[in-house]
């Protein structure tokens, strides 16, 4: 789900209201002078081409007066009209209450690093590319670019709000409809601006209050053996240096966070889909499916990848 | 009408004999052209000449976007497909952008002023020939550089809007953006130079009798533009050159974050720049449209003076929306009321010249003609991207509109529906003006109609795909997206439109070389452009045209009144007062050089040589001192015997 | 083609005029409003960059020197002088006057241009530590185009009319020379205040 067009919140269906209002007046306005285009142009209602070319009758000129400044008025009422809409529609995006569930969201080349606030830092949930919200209520987000301009936009939530190195932006949006919703990053930011999507996870709140609970757990240490050497191959291959996944030592921010990496649903920023088959193409040869994107192909032995994606695939 | 500035002092039975004309025109002839052979083509100054290498050659960027554009489109035609990676796509759509804004759209906007204006107001030159060719090399330098860098795999990839810190030192190294801030730079120059051209020239040049209420409309819209380029141009040059360059080659900090400059600030005045171009391009197209209505209707168009003060009015105003494509920037709200507020506001003049015209058309006897036709083009398609236009000025909308390929729909119905349509429509009507050729009628229908059709199927359902989602940039998507289908119909619609573009191109090659010849006015139309030879010799007129109504060459009156006196040994124009257009003094003009070529190379190898090293900009001022002081040294030889008006006092002969 | 009926002879009209009513003079202004106005987006811009600072000059940059600059400043108001003198002898077609004031206007606005170097520096800091100083050395920096091009334009003038014949037309270009030169010294009055005085302000 990825469109205007299916609204999902009080603030994308305001501007959805305000769009069909638009076209329908705008396709009205077309057809109008369209259509009044094609008939004087092929009507002839001039004179003889033996008239005088310069001037037109006077009672000619006053009547064609008259039509043009009805036709000047009726501009001006119409956008005066669709400017008091409008601002209407502003007011109500405009309308957020004075706390509410926080988010920050930080655009890197080419992905989202996602923050749930707390006052309590160990509680804050650190994530990436997915964002869960609960339905029936307003969530801010706090906007953030760690390196070039980019921009946030879910279409079915609300309209977009650019990430500016040097400045916070704020976007404000209550999910009424539970479901998935996909958005991608709307400000051109370099070689992989096509492929840096999310996913607006929209839930019921008691759903969500126990994923973002369970967020906050480090996941369960491994021990089976395969998966030990998955870890070991994790903090020692070099995943470490950019990587952080909760309860280890790895604690990198560089790329996103891994620690409930499997609990979402797609890899590399919306590229491909989280499946084990997937994961072991990426991980092999990023460039590959993302050319340009930051994470380095590094040489793996069969052996070791084999027992990092299934190390990856237990951090539920 | 206002009764007559201008005293026809002669008597009636001063007559012209055609001996004298003749004579008179062979005189002229030797003075006015253009030298021959390689030297002489180029040292060549003749505004016409300037003009038709700037048309031309800006033709050719239009054909090179489109190609840019159609290789994009095929890229698009399906999700994942593989015929194009990031890197190529990113200088693919950046150049396209580059070209079609900087080297194509404004250059030939403004060469169609250069080549007209001094025509239509009865004129044997433009103010400052020389630099105007100065003007001319300088683009030239920079459509060469664009492509050879482009070619060596050094094309731009920012986009043509060039964000900071993106296109900054610590995330494009290397030296692609460097290339698009020069060629800006010399674009940049070459309209400087064009549009105090026309100033200079609509101020002071008009034949007699053309006062202020008498300038064509086409004139009236390039003076205005004239007037933007001027307060426009150099809000880009200072963010290009004096800002991004400076914090690429010597680490200033104009955008750096970390150091205390501001991102923002560039969008700001990117785009004090970028709103006014889209009416840089618009303006002179909509005069284009007066005209070819008036002449295919038979009827002057109904309200002058309302459309030169829309004119007037829109320039105002387009100064005064930039913010509108930074709506979805943390700035400031009740700021952006106030720009969706403006943005609406322009559409009342719009719309008032389009009623105009319409009512123009009523009150006349359309003939649909080829260039009437893409008159109604434009109305259909311009239309449609003034209803989109208006919609983004909503805040709300915009921030979901921005940066999708709705606006790419709707940037693209303004530009071709608003400027390309008029074009088109003007090359056909001025075409046997220019080349003494009348274009095939029945090939320009057929380019017509594949036209507007391939622009409707190209971007009509860009409306939908963008809402649909899908941002604008991006050089591949996801099946599951769904944007397949309506991408491909697009890319069937781009390649309507090159087919279409292709019948052009075949129709002007083949009636240029060998098309119906043109009469001196073809289509019995009322400018002066059309009381000359087709094509117009060196020296424009034989005499200079006075005029006595807004349609010279429809008043009734048997003979064309015309003002001797100008010297046929010399290149002498005739320079009237600001407003009413009396006659007020001789001006010699200069006559060919070579020295606007070699400045114009001189201060490339500056700024060219600016990417690379400061030692080049050095060097490259001390090479360009040469040509000035070549060029001034030239420009003060002996003239002869002059008449001085000494500024409070008498009229002297002095050498 | 219509028959030509001519109605007036302008023969008798000038072909050398001065000011307004000469196209050169019209090419001149056009290019002032030009660099005019890119002036003042700098100045502009400089000011917005403002907003981002505390202080302004940031912390640790000390405030621009004001000696030099005053001095400068001062050296720039008195070179209108011979400026006009040249002007005004160019509208007699006072060759010899010309000359002389063209010889003192070179000497007058020489210096400017080699004190502006130690005006630069008087900044009292650097293009590339903060963007306070890019602005800075970017307005001043481009306000020392201006006046190079011009003393530059001043010199060939002063050249030519010692070297070599000059057509009566040249008189007419001394006084646009003048004229810019007003408008070069005019422009660096709000940009000295705003960019030396302007920090001890605001």
Redesign the interface.
């Known amino acids: 789900m990825?469109?205007?067009?299916d609204p999902a919140s009080p603030q994308?269906r305001?501007?959805a209201g305000?769009?069909w209002w638009?076209f329908g007046v705008?396709f009205v306005?077309?057809l109008g002078?369209?259509a009044?285009?094609?008939y004087?142009?092929?009507?002839?209602?001039?004179?003889?081409?033996s008239d005088?070319?310069?001037?037109?009758p006077p009672e000619?000129?006053r009547r064609?007066e008259r039509?043009?400044s009805a036709?000047?008025f009726a501009?001006?009422l119409v956008?005066a009209v669709?400017?008091v809409y409008?601002?209407s529609?502003?007011r109500l995006?405009?309308q957020h209450p004075q706390r509410a569930l926080t988010i920050d969201v930080v655009g890197h080349?080419w992905w989202w690093e996602v923050q749930y606030e707390d006052p309590n830092p160990s509680k804050r949930v650190g994530t990436a590319n997915e964002i869960h919200v609960p339905v029936g209520e307003t969530v801010q987000f706090k906007l953030r670019a760690a390196?070039?301009?980019h921009?946030f936009?879910a279409?079915n939530m609300?309209?977009?709000?650019?990430l500016?190195?040097?400045?916070?932006?704020?976007l404000w949006f209550k999910a009424d409809t539970a479901g998935v919703y996909?958005?991608?990053?709307?400000?051109?930011?370099?070689?992989?601006?096509?492929?840096m999507a999310f996913y607006i996870v929209a839930e019921p709140p008691v759903k969500f209050a126990a994923w973002l609970a369970a967020g906050s757990a480090p996941p369960e240490p491994p021990t089976d053996s395969t998966l030990l050497y998955g870890q070991r191959v994790f903090m020692s291959s070099g995943c470490a240096v950019c990587h952080a996944i909760g309860g280890t030592e790895a604690k990198a921010t560089v790329g996103p966070d891994l620690t409930h990496f499997k609990g979402r649903s797609s890899i590399a920023a919306?590229?491909l889909a989280n499946t084990r088959a997937n994961l072991t193409r990426w991980i092999q040869n990023p460039s590959a499916i993302k050319?340009?994107v930051r994470m380095p192909a590094l040489p793996f032995k069969p052996a070791e990848l084999n027992a990092l994606v299934s190390y990856l695939e237990t951090l539920k | 009408m206002t009764t007559l500035p201008v005293n026809e002092k002669l008597p009636a039975d001063v007559t012209l004999s055609p001996d004298e004309l003749l004579r008179e025109a062979m005189a002229l002839d030797t003075t006015w052209r253009d030298k021959p052979g390689v030297w002489g083509w180029l040292s060549a100054v003749d505004h016409k000449t300037t003009a038709k290498r700037y048309i031309i050659t800006a033709f050719l960027m239009f054909i090179a976007g489109g190609i840019e554009a159609a290789l994009m489109r095929l890229q698009l035609a399906r999700p994942e497909n593989n015929l194009i990676?990031?890197?190529r796509y990113?200088q693919l759509f950046t150049t396209h952008g580059t070209t079609m804004m900087f080297l194509f759209a404004v250059p030939i906007m403004t060469a169609m002023g250069l080549y007209f204006v001094p025509l239509m107001i009865g004129a044997r030159s433009i103010a400052f020939p020389r630099l105007n060719a100065f003007g001319f090399w300088n683009y030239f330098v920079g459509v060469v550089f664009l492509y050879v860098s482009l070619f060596a795999n050094t094309g731009p990839d920012?986009?043509w809007f060039a964000?900071v810190?993106?296109s900054g030192p610590a995330?494009s190294p290397g030296h692609r953006v460097d290339v698009w801030a020069q060629v800006v730079t010399f674009t940049e120059i070459a309209a400087l130079c064009g549009a105090v051209n026309i100033i200079a020239t609509v101020f002071k040049m008009r034949a007699p009798g053309m006062s202020l209420n008498r300038i064509p409309l086409f004139v009236w819209a390039q003076l205005v533009v004239a007037f933007m380029i001027v307060f426009a141009m150099p809000a880009v040059a200072t963010g290009s050159t004096l800002m991004l360059a400076t914090d690429r080659a010597v680490n200033m900090h104009w955008f750096n974050?970390a150091e205390g400059g501001?991102?923002?600030l560039w969008q700001h005045i990117f785009w004090f720049f970028g709103h006014p171009e889209v009416y840089i391009i618009f303006l002179p197209a909509v005069g284009m449209v007066t005209p070819i209505i008036e002449t295919f209707?038979?009827?002057?168009v109904?309200?002058y003076t309302a459309i030169v003060m829309a004119n007037i009015t829109t320039a105002f105003f387009a100064f005064g929306l930039w913010v509108h494509h930074m709506f979805?920037?943390?700035i400031p709200?009740l700021g952006q009321?106030l720009f969706?507020?403006a943005s609406?506001?322009i559409?009342?003049p719009t719309?008032?010249q389009?009623?105009?015209w319409?009512?123009t058309?009523?009150?006349?006897?359309?003939r649909?003609t080829v260039p009437?036709l893409f008159v109604?083009g434009f109305?259909?398609t311009f239309?449609?991207g003034g209803?989109?236009g208006?919609?983004l000025?909503?805040?709300?909308?915009?921030?979901?509109?921005?940066?999708?390929f709705f606006v790419v729909a709707h940037l693209h119905y303004v530009l071709i529906g608003g400027g390309l349509m008029p074009l088109f429509g003007a090359f056909y009507y001025w075409f046997p003006k220019i080349t003494g050729r009348l274009l095939k009628e029945s090939w320009g229908k057929l380019h017509f109609w594949l036209f507007l059709i391939g622009t409707n199927v190209t971007f009509f359902p860009m409306h939908v795909l963008g809402?649909?989602?899908m941002?604008?940039?991006?050089?591949?998507?996801?099946a599951p997206?769904g944007w397949g289908p309506l991408n491909l119909l697009a890319t069937a619609g781009a390649l309507t439109i090159a087919l279409s573009v292709l019948i052009f191109v075949v129709n002007a090659a083949k009636s240029w070389f060998g098309g119906e010849l043109a009469k001196e006015n073809p289509w019995e139309a009322?400018g002066l452009e059309w009381a000359t030879a087709s094509p117009p010799p060196p020296y424009n007129f034989i005499h200079t045209p006075l005029v006595r109504?807004r349609?010279p060459l429809?008043e009734?009156t048997v003979e064309l009144p015309v003002v001797v006196g100008l010297r046929s040994d010399r290149r002498e124009i005739l320079v009237t007062t600001t407003f009413d257009a009396r006659p007020d003094s001789r001006h010699n003009s200069p006559d060919g050089s070579i020295w606007p070529l070699y400045t114009a190379l001189s201060m490339g190898l500056v700024f060219i040589g600016s990417i690379f090293s400061p030692y080049f900009v050095l060097g490259g001022l001390g090479v360009s001192l040469v040509g000035l002081l070549g060029w001034a040294w030239q420009s003060t030889q002996p003239s002869g015997v002059e008449r001085v008006a000494l500024p409070d006092g008498p009229i002297v002969e002095r050498v | 083609m219509k028959p030509l009926r001519p109605v007036d002879d302008v023969s008798a009209l000038p072909t050398v005029t001065f000011g307004p009513r000469s196209l050169m003079w019209w090419g001149t202004l056009g290019f002032m409003t030009i660099e005019g106005w890119t002036t003042a987006l700098l100045v502009g811009s400089y000011l917005y960059l403002r907003q981002?600072y505390e202080a302004w000059p940031p912390l640790r940059t000390p405030y621009p020197s004001l000696l030099i600059p005053s001095i400068n400043l001062l050296l720039l108001l008195v070179s209108v002088v011979p400026s006009a003198m040249v002007a005004k002898a160019a509208k007699r077609l006072d060759e010899p006057a010309v000359k002389r004031w063209l010889l003192v206007m070179c000497a007058a606005t020489i210096p400017t241009l080699v004190l502006r170097w130690w005006e630069l520096w008087a900044l009292n800091t650097r293009w590339d530590t903060t963007a306070y100083g890019s602005a800075a050395w970017t307005i001043v920096g481009f306000h020392t185009s201006l006046l190079l091009l011009d003393i530059l334009d001043t010199i060939g003038l002063t050249l030519f009319f010692f070297i070599k014949k000059m057509p009566v037309k040249a008189f007419s270009d001394a006084t646009d020379n003048s004229f810019y030169w007003y408008f070069t010294v005019g422009v660096w009055i709000p940009v000295y205040l705003i960019v030396y005085v302007g920090p001890r302000i605001f």
């Open positions: 990825h469109s205007f067009f994308a305001a501007v305000l769009w638009m705008g306005i077309w002078v369209a009044l285009a094609v004087v142009a092929n009507a002839g209602h001039g004179q003889r081409e005088d070319l310069m001037h037109v000619t000129r064609i039509i043009v036709s000047v501009t001006v956008l669709f400017l409008d601002f529609v502003g995006l405009a080349q390196d070039v301009i921009s936009w279409p609300n309209g977009k709000r650019d500016i190195p040097g400045y916070v932006s704020t996909r958005g991608q990053c709307a400000e051109f930011c370099g070689l992989q601006h096509a492929q919306g590229s050319p340009g | 990676g990031p890197d990113n920012t986009g964000y810190p993106l995330y974050p501001d991102a923002l209707c038979r009827r002057q109904f309200g979805a920037t943390p709200e009321s969706t507020a609406m506001v559409a009342i719309g008032l389009i009623f105009c319409i009512a058309m009523w009150a006349g006897r359309p649909l009437m109604l109305l259909f239309i449609n209803i989109t208006v919609m000025a909503s805040v709300a909308f915009d921030k979901q509109a921005h940066d999708t809402l649909n989602g941002p604008r940039r991006i050089y591949t998507y996801l997206t009322a109504s349609h429809w009734p | 981002n």
